[in-house]
């Protein structure tokens, strides 16, 4: 496991047979873990939820998580080993050699302190200007105190030094700007001051824990850019980490795949994305929808093995089609393809020969005929507010049958709470909500039984819309139970046919939802709104607590139940990618307003609302960022 | 589209040994605390002797055996009290009511706690105030003074003893009701419901309170303690049970008097209740360490 590509280059991070386990059993959470990066490049580390990534994120700093610990390898940056070192000599590491960027800023910024002091907080702890670094012999204590004696001297040289650091993230170098708290930034601003003392000190290494997640497109747009300029700049050897392969794609020059705790693939970005080695590489690719393309998503099958329950051989076995007996006795050794690519699969030279695409065309245009029929539900002329403030200025769509509605648009816009005006969830509005050209009361506790029925919502996060203390056949009984006079025989029969069509079994019935993974929660919440056979699904960002893997598979399911059951869906998402993937009909949402509507492949190849096409422009595509030059 | 792969709960990670509702998982690890046995063995003990031991008495508690203040003889195996009845039988006699008196006052404030603490929670509105702040005015009196006010106004009566109790209770539980309920409430779970139209009952009760058992819990046991002390207190002070009743805070009263004569008339009943109290209360007291355990357990 030592033979990791060998390159000529001045590497300032080397992460060497790196083994994290968890602290009170020699269960692995990730092994074998190998990889350098050089000076002034980008390793986007990818990997599903649970993969090691953080894990791996933490250890190049020496810092392991409540629970785990370092049990092998070696990290090294510009030959100096880390693992080894003290409390106090990391400390005194962080910040000049290695740093963190978390990724939610408004967690990590004290909100107590003005975003001024807690830059220079980071200056004076690390004695910026008053020495070198940080004197490992000295106490803490006494450091600190010199630090205040020479602060007097240095607070100027400082100021000028929080000044340049805010010119490199693009924020106002004005002293009020200094002087607010975080809370009267915006996320991306705040990842910002996040990005600025992460990179105050030059560090040789930083580590980026999926820094954008939280943020908006446009905002992440820029926070990317701000992030590549940096590292080139200063030279700084970047590892981020991100669930996110068009993010990485977008950032990254090497790519790192993760899964179940081993590095499976490492890569030239190129290579990685155009011509992948490792079969989970491709299914990751395929499952993850573009916005640059055409492409029907695929969803993997099972979920990836939690430490401790790993198989023997091959991790990715079970999910893989080309699994066979040697892959299920062996874990497969690094196969180096090319001085900077290497692979962990028995089969890699068969998947590098397939000629199967690496995406799959989607066989039709989305759109077909335009949606038949008068429209199911019709939102028109809804002016919303919370209180005084206004939400929804003006907005009106028509869900046809059969048809999928997208709503996008930025944290903010309002789309969540247009849907959960239709859902009778939001009352403070006026206008009106239509099914089948008959006015809907506001509040769904007012609504008769049948148009409670029709509209059904399925949630964001299947975490917290499932009671945990009901079972799976009581949560999907309850619309059995309120709308339908059943006996507990023929409930419990509509409630495993339920499950079923969402393609999970029948068995789930006596199980509670923390029994369940995320995706298998959002099947039965999915399941319990069929349940109420309804003729609308308003749908609030589905996916976005899920996995990529899984949120393929969330939108498979969808599409084809929105064609068995004839169903209109009210699909409210943040993710441009997605909507070509899901949707007839867009309508683009900026403001609480409708900036653009119409079909979905008119919208997204001719936008013509300025703000559509810089929602367009400033969505990651893998496509875009992959294409040979 | 092609394949539909049904997923079965083959794969789930094994669930076996732990307890699906989270109130059994706290009494057990609360079991698992020398606190918590000692005072189950304590409760078990009282209890037990509150229920058979009218049954064992030698005499009837208004037989009178011998003359007032009598010390221990093989007649009266621990004396007599002020009137020369039998102490033995009448302490084994007065458990009884002081039990089944706290015992339904504490399931009554739990009752009307429960419901306008979770009343109060998923309202949020002007109704939430109007609740908390009335529940202020009356949290504004000590217990034993609004127990002591309503009875004395009304007189000693049982069942407005046991109403005096619970409204002395109520106010408290219906405050950690709501704010345990507060922040179940915002989750999906709850609006889900609502969009199905699930009466505001079945909410409520259905949904919200099976997510709060744990918290109840504790406080049902430690608002079990007072009110068994509350109740003492009232039967000391004469308005709880009326003599000739045997009852353990009467008996208190009683024989206060001849306290250095024959101390067992008096030492007897307050051993009882204060070892009852104390058990209960260590009960309380494991639950609540075990409920923070999970806690810190279940943080996502």
């Known amino acids: 496991m030592t033979t990791i590509p060998s390159m000529n280059g001045d590497y300032v991070l080397e992460v060497e047979n790196l083994r994290v386990e968890l602290a009170y059993a020699a269960v692995d959470i990730v092994d074998g873990i190998s990889f350098r990066i050089k000076r002034g490049e980008v390793l986007g580390l990818v990997g599903e939820s649970g993969s090691g990534k953080t894990t791996v994120g933490l250890a190049v700093l020496g810092h392991q998580r409540r629970g785990a610990r370092v049990a092998g390898g070696s990290v090294r940056i510009d030959g100096d080993e880390v693992l080894t070192k003290s409390t106090g000599q990391l400390r005194a590491l962080r910040g000049r050699v290695g740093s963190y960027v978390p990724q939610d800023p408004s967690v990590a910024l004290n909100p107590a302190l003005r975003i001024g002091t807690q830059l220079e907080e980071t200056l004076v702890a690390h004695g910026y200007s008053a020495r070198d670094a940080l004197n490992p012999a000295l106490r803490i204590g006494t450091q600190l105190e010199e630090a205040v004696a020479a602060q007097a001297s240095n607070s100027s040289a400082r100021r000028e030094r929080i000044e340049e650091m805010m010119g490199e993230v693009l924020l106002p170098q004005e002293r009020d700007f200094l002087r607010r708290y975080p809370h009267q930034l915006s996320g991306g601003q705040q990842q910002r001051v996040a990005l600025a003392m992460a990179f105050a000190l030059r560090p040789k290494v930083v580590v980026l824990d999926e820094p954008t997640t939280a943020l908006d497109v446009t905002t992440q747009a820029h926070v990317l850019e701000t992030v590549r300029a940096l590292c080139k700049v200063h030279g700084v050897a970047a590892l981020y980490v991100s669930h996110d392969l068009a993010v990485v794609s977008a950032v990254a020059d090497y790519v790192g795949v993760m899964y179940a705790g081993r590095l499976v693939e490492v890569g030239p970005k190129e290579d990685v994305f155009n011509a992948a080695a490792h079969p989970y590489t491709r299914r990751l690719a395929q499952a993850i929808p573009d916005i640059a393309g055409r492409y029907k998503i695929v969803g993997i099958p099972g979920r990836a093995p939690s430490p401790g329950q790993r198989p023997p051989g091959c991790f990715f076995a079970p999910r893989c089609e080309l699994a066979d007996d040697r892959t299920r006795e062996e874990f497969p050794p690094v196969q180096n393809l090319s001085p900077s690519h290497y692979v962990r699969c028995w089969h890699a030279d068969e998947v590098r020969a397939s000629s199967k695409l690496d995406r799959l065309h989607r066989e039709t245009q989305n759109g077909g005929p335009a949606g038949d029929g008068e429209a199911l539900l019709t939102v028109r002329n809804v002016v919303a507010s919370y209180g005084a403030h206004q939400i929804l200025h003006d907005v009106s769509i028509d869900v046809l049958p059969r048809t999928c509605v997208a709503l996008v648009g930025e944290s903010g816009s309002g789309k969540t709470t247009l849907a959960r005006c239709v859902a009778g969830l939001h009352r403070d509005f006026s206008g009106e909500v239509l099914l089948r050209g008959k006015p809907l009361e506001r509040s769904a506790r007012s609504r008769d039984q049948q148009d409670r029925r029709e509209i059904q919502y399925i949630f964001q996060s299947p975490y917290s819309s499932l009671n945990p203390r009901k079972t799976i056949g009581q949560i999907i009984g309850q619309p059995l139970r309120l709308f339908f006079d059943l006996g507990r025989r023929a409930a419990d029969a509509r409630a495993s046919e339920a499950l079923e069509r969402v393609s999970l079994s029948g068995s789930y019935i006596d199980h509670y939802p923390d029994q369940l993974s995320g995706g298998e929660r959002q099947r039965v919440a999915i399941a319990r709104a069929l349940a109420a056979q309804p003729s609308v699904l308003v749908c609030d960002e589905v996916t976005s607590a899920l996995d990529v893997s899984v949120q393929a598979s969330i939108v498979e399911l969808l599409a084809q139940l929105q064609h068995e059951e004839n169903l209109g869906l009210l699909f409210v998402t943040h993710n441009l990618a997605l909507i070509r993937t899901i949707a007839q009909d867009v309508a683009v949402m900026s403001g609480g307003r409708i900036v653009e509507y119409g079909r979905v492949d008119d919208v997204l190849d001719a936008p013509t609302a300025d703000y559509t096409k810089k929602l367009l422009s400033d969505t990651p595509s893998l496509e875009r960022a992959t294409v040979p030059a | ?300």
């Open chain 2, 1 to 300: 589209m092609s394949e539909r792969l049904i997923a079965a709960p083959t794969a789930l990670a094994p669930a076996v040994g732990r307890s699906r509702s989270p109130l059994v998982g706290t009494m057990r690890r609360a079991l698992g605390f020398g606190r918590t046995k000692v005072g189950l063995g304590l409760v078990f003990a009282l209890v037990l002797l509150a229920l058979v031991g009218p049954f064992l008495a030698p005499h009837s508690t208004t037989e009178f055996v011998g003359s007032p203040y009598e010390t221990p003889s093989g007649e009266a195996l621990v004396g007599t009290d002020n009137l020369g009845r039998d102490v033995l039988s009448r302490f084994l006699a007065g458990g009884r009511s002081i039990l089944a008196l706290s015992v339904i006052a504490t399931l009554l404030a739990l009752v009307v706690g429960v419901a306008i603490g979770l009343f109060a929670a998923y309202a949020r509105d002007w109704r939430d105030d109007v609740a908390m702040r009335a529940l202020d005015v009356v949290l504004a009196f000590p217990s034993i003074v609004l127990v002591l006010l309503l009875v004395s106004v009304v007189g000693p009566e049982l069942w407005l003893l046991v109403l005096a109790v619970a409204a002395s209770h109520a106010p408290r539980i219906a405050r950690l009701v709501r704010g345990a309920a507060l922040e179940v409430v915002d989750r999906d779970f709850v609006k889900a419901a609502e969009v199905l139209g699930e009466p505001r009952r079945k909410i409520l009760f259905g949904e919200i309170l099976p997510n709060i058992t744990s918290p109840l819990m504790v406080e049902a046991s430690l608002r079990l303690t007072y009110s068994i002390g509350l109740i003492a207190a009232i039967s000391f002070l004469g308005f709880g049970l009326q003599p000739p009743a045997a009852d353990w805070g009467l008996m208190i009263n009683e024989n206060r008097i001849g306290l250095t004569v024959q101390p067992w008339a008096v030492v007897l009943p307050v051993a009882a209740i204060g070892l009852l109290t104390i058990g209960t209360n260590l009960v309380a007291d494991g639950l609540a360490r075990a409920l923070i355990g999970i806690d810190r357990g279940t943080a996502r």
